[in-house]
């Protein structure tokens, strides 16, 4: 296939350069230098991509968007001049509230959604480590994303495991609510992951969990507040020793993706006129601390 990666980060290296060894036709859209990605894992890998062509984006068979949520207007916009509307565009990134612009700036084309759990940092433009080995799930925004089943597989191939949902929403969901705990609490705290298991946080970590519950089952999602507890807790076990993206970002001074994780619950929340207290006040120490970089 002719595949188009918008997006040249961590996880956009990583689809491109398994699918290119899958055998696929891979072209990058792109901001940064990154026409030659390494990749390390077991084996180091180096492959040369063609990048930013108007030609190639309208010939491509699937477009992979692989950028922040908060970019994701701004690329979509920009592709829309070229893609063909039948080319279908997978999203992938952390967070939700994107489908409704997607759907507003490409209204003919199959959207989908593609959630990974694949490690992947980021050495340098050009340079990846696949830092553990996870697994995707892809499903359908739209109608016609629906019918775009065969997508999986495509992945599947080139990096597996990879399935297919029906109900993405729910999947996006039940990720969004670990990122709810995880990422802001790691980030205010200025802590590893890991650190979240302290009995000094059981009382908040609950907290978040039973509003977080409330407001899936207000969205129709099935939710129970002792497993989105469990699943936030053995998450912080697995990744123990990681930094989450958001303390990252912090500690970095770069803009979070906390508008589009436990903003996209407050907007939610507002919508069904529930009150998630414990959440908006992460929310509003994450706003100010990235506010306190500009000063
Ligand atoms: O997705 C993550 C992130 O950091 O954004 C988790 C699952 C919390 C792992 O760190």
Same mark, same amino acid.
């Given at each position: ?12 290296? #990583? ?35 063609? +990048? ?26 920009? #592709? ?13 990134? $952390? ?13 003919? $084309?199959? *959207? ?21 080995? /996870?697994?995707?799930?892809? /499903? ?38 670990? $990122? ?39 969205? /129709? ?22 930094? +989450?993206?958001?303390?990252?970002? #912090? ?29 908006? +006040? *992460?929310?509003?120490?994450?706003? $100010? *601390? ?6």
């Amino acid at each position: 296939m002719r595949i188009t990666i918008a997006g040249s980060g961590a996880i956009g290296s #990583l689809f491109a350069t398994y699918l290119s060894e899958g055998g696929h036709d891979i072209h990058l859209w792109t901001r940064g230098n990154a026409t030659q990605i390494q990749r390390k894992r077991d084996e180091n890998t180096q492959i040369g991509f063609a +990048s930013n062509s108007p030609d190639r984006l309208a010939e491509s068979d699937a477009v992979f968007v692989a950028v922040k949520a908060f970019h994701v207007e701004e690329v979509l916009t920009e #592709l829309a001049q070229y893609l063909h509307p039948d080319s279908p565009v997978i999203l992938t990134h $952390n967070g939700m509230g994107t489908d409704e612009l997607a759907a507003r700036i490409l209204p003919n $084309n199959p *959207l989908l959604f593609a959630t990974t759990t694949h490690g992947s940092l980021r050495l340098s433009d050009s340079h990846i480590r696949h830092t553990g080995k /996870g697994q995707t799930l892809v /499903g359908g925004l739209n109608d016609s994303g629906k019918r775009c089943e065969f997508l999986a597989e495509v992945i599947h191939h080139s990096l597996p495991p990879c399935t297919w949902s029906d109900n993405v929403y729910l999947a996006l969901w039940q990720k969004l609510a670990i $990122n709810c705990v995880i990422n802001p609490l790691t980030a205010v705290h200025k802590i590893k992951n890991g650190e979240l298991l302290n009995k000094k946080f059981s009382e908040v970590i609950s907290s978040l969990s039973e509003e977080i519950t409330n407001v899936m089952l207000a969205d /129709g999602m099935d939710s129970d507040c002792d497993i989105i507890r469990q699943n936030a807790l053995q998450v912080a076990k697995d990744t123990a020793e990681n930094y +989450s993206s958001m303390n990252r970002d #912090l500690h970095f001074k770069r803009r979070s993706e906390v508008d589009f994780i436990t903003g996209y619950l407050i907007s939610r929340a507002n919508i069904h006129g529930i009150d998630v207290p414990a959440n908006l +006040s *992460l929310w509003q120490q994450i706003k $100010n *601390l990235e506010q306190s970089y500009e000063k």
